[in-house]
């Protein structure tokens, strides 16, 4: 269907009807965002390539040297910085799951219209740059000062309102949040798709928070109310809901999937007999403490043994078990819980926007013998 205006903010997000498959436009989005294949969480750090990807615009065309990031608003001195000055600051390096807030949506039912993602919105990258803190410091922020916006270089309409990509975090940012201006991805410069020649990245957030081709930062003195904080990422049941916002990763753990898949269907092929299950988990809440394993569609659980968090403290844990597999049909399914006292629910937890839906992965397998 051709659009005929560029939308109108006051009509909600759409939700799909009941028996409404995945249209053309959600394909397309789909196509250009793809996300991890989950065999590729038997890497620690996930290779660039195979880290997901979200985008709403277009890649911007970026160079290095002539990259300039402004430090603006409520600071004493305001900055004009070049990578040149940033790489000249003491560097850190993070290990950091990011994980879309929209991943699951289209397991929700029914299904909010957006970029569709079953459960493979998530990478673990190291990530190299300065601390936020230090540029903080550097510009000198105002007492009024409430909250920092950081702006992209991206630039699109949604919903009819024509925006830079801009998110907002509540200050001070705090020293043990690790948020990072990040001009490195596992040790080489950010690929042109995760935000060259510089982001941000928000450890234990949702995604929408790291925002990418970072050029401004301003410090505002009342709560920023753009469209991706105040319209976009909330928790709504209703369109006149408020809503609360999205904020922190809630728990999840994926299974690798199991032997290997048929091409169509993706149904996990097995041998009977002991089949390693190994998987990655992870919370924005804190390390995970326990992750269960049911191989009977979610009726009965049995626990992994899951890796405690080591040195880093935003990544991933790797957790396995063993399951001994029957000849038949069976729907393996994984949840996660975090020491903030945080399960994964069963069930889907359904808003609107389709966000934070850490409904556990059920995946189908078949169990047969090799054909002779
Ligand atoms: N400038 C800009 N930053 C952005 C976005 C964007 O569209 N523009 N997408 C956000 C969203 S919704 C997510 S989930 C993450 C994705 O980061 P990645 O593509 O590096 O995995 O980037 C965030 N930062
Ligand atoms: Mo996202």
Redesign the pocket.
């Known amino acids: 269907m051709e659009p005929t205006s560029l939308g109108d903010v006051s009509a909600p997000g759409r939700v799909a009807a009941a028996d409404e498959g995945i249209s053309e436009e959600e394909l397309a989005l789909a196509a250009r965002?793809h996300g991890l294949p989950l065999e590729a969480m038997r890497h620690d750090v996930t290779p660039p390539g195979l880290?997901?990807?979200?985008?709403?615009?277009d890649i911007p065309m970026a160079e290095e040297n002539a990259w300039r990031l402004s430090v603006s608003g409520l600071v004493r001195t305001p900055l004009e910085l070049g990578l040149a000055d940033l790489r000249a600051l003491p560097a850190v390096t993070h290990r950091v799951t990011?994980?879309?807030?929209?991943n699951g949506r289209a397991r929700l039912h029914p299904r909010p219209v957006s970029q569709p993602w079953l459960v493979e919105?998530v990478?673990t990258a190291d990530w190299t740059g300065v601390p936020l803190r230090t540029v903080l410091a550097a510009a000198g922020v105002e007492e009024d000062a409430v909250e920092a916006v950081f702006t992209?270089?991206?630039h699109g309409v949604e919903r009819g309102v024509e925006q830079d990509?801009r998110?907002s975090l509540p200050l001070p940012v705090d020293a043990d949040t690790d948020v990072l201006l990040a001009y490195e991805m596992n040790g080489g410069p950010l690929p042109p798709?995760?935000?060259y020649p510089l982001?941000l990245v928000v450890p234990g957030w949702?995604?929408?928070?790291?925002?990418?081709?970072?050029r401004g930062i301003e410090l505002i003195g009342s709560p920023f109310t753009g469209f991706q904080q105040a319209v976009a990422y909330r928790y709504r049941q209703t369109p006149e809901d408020a809503g609360e916002p999205v904020t922190h990763i809630a728990p999840r753990a994926l299974l690798i999937p199991p032997g290997f898949p048929d091409f169509m269907s993706r149904v996990r092929v097995v041998r009977p007999g002991p089949v390693k299950l190994e998987g990655r988990a992870w919370s924005g809440y804190g390390p995970v403490t326990r992750v269960e394993v049911s191989a009977d569609d979610g009726r009965t659980w049995v626990d992994a043994e899951v890796t405690p968090r080591g040195p880093h403290r935003w990544g991933w844990q790797p957790w396995h078990t063993t399951w001994t597999a029957v000849a038949g049909h069976h729907t393996l399914s994984v949840r996660a819980s975090d020491a903030d006292g945080h399960t994964q629910p069963v069930e889907q937890p359904w808003n609107r926007g389709g966000f934070g839906n850490n409904a556990t992965q059920r995946v189908p397998v078949l169990c047969h013998r090799p054909d002779v």
Do not use: F, I, P, T
């Open positions: 965002n880290h997901y990807v979200l985008v709403h615009y990011m994980e879309c807030a929209g919105a990478g992209g270089a991206d990509y998110r798709q995760h935000g982001r949702y995604g929408m928070a790291s925002v990418k081709w970072l």
